[in-house]
């Protein structure tokens, strides 16, 4: 059984920075797509980023392209957001996801395994 485990929110200034790490456990975390998705208060959930197998190819929303970083380390199992110039609106609770067949998605339904959510608020 694969666990996913969020940590890095925290309370930012609009304009600052912040990184998420996902840490996993069980499986083959080498052969998994990534993705992070957010919801916001009183907003559906929504994709963020995701990153395929080997991290070739990523792919962002539009509402985080120039601003945010996926990344994977294959070693530590771990996958990353780096999120700079952060906005109020970015304010959320980030999840990570995982999908064993390797290929990236943007849909959530996609995705097979969870973590808990790490909360991020943006100031003004």
């Known amino acids: 059984q694969v666990q996913l485990v969020e940590s890095g929110g925290g309370l930012v200034q609009a304009g600052g920075s912040l990184r998420l790490s996902c840490a996993a456990s069980g499986g083959t975390f080498r052969s998994y797509a990534l993705g992070w998705f957010r919801r916001g208060p009183g907003k559906d959930r929504e994709f963020v980023a995701a990153i395929n197998w080997n991290g070739g190819s990523t792919y962002y929303s539009d509402s985080v392209k120039g601003r945010f970083t996926i990344s994977r380390d294959n070693v530590k199992n771990t996958v990353y957001l780096q999120m700079n110039s952060l906005k109020p609106e970015d304010t959320a609770v980030y999840y990570c996801?995982?999908?064993?067949?390797?290929?990236?998605?943007?849909?959530?339904?996609?995705?097979?395994?969870w973590g808990q959510g790490t909360q991020v608020t943006v100031s003004s």
């Open positions: 996801a995982a999908v064993v067949d390797g290929h990236y998605y943007t849909l959530a339904g996609a995705y097979e395994h």
